[in-house]
């Protein structure tokens, strides 16, 4: 399979959730974030969740065990890992957060079967 380059996508495909509204939503901030989502672009809007997050004291390790929660398809990381192993070159484009797609990864211990990550920044 040398030669073939796979794409993913990483919220709704990799995860079967957006990554944003899962932390949103578990960490119990979601009447906020649903108030000021039609004043703001999504990642003004993320980063001053994310703000918000910490101003409450839900700091990384809440987060992390959030994600480490988050709904996948049952053969994902098994297909993800057979496709690695006959050589494809797996990659991510996306716009999730890279902490939150980097803590997923490397929970499911599938990090090391992406090439690249594209996203924007933690």
Known sequence: MAGIV????????????DSDNWVVDELGFNELFNRLLPTMPWNTLMDKMMMELHSHEKIIEGIV??????????RITGA??????????????SDANMFFIKTILKHLKIRECFSEINTNPD
């Open 65 to 74: 065990q959030v994600l480490q929660r988050i709904p996948i398809h049952p």
């Open 80 to 93: 993800i890992k057979a496709a690695h192993v006959l050589g494809c070159d797996l990659r991510i484009v």
């Open 6 to 17: 796979v794409i993913f996508y990483f919220d709704k495909t990799i995860v079967d959730c």
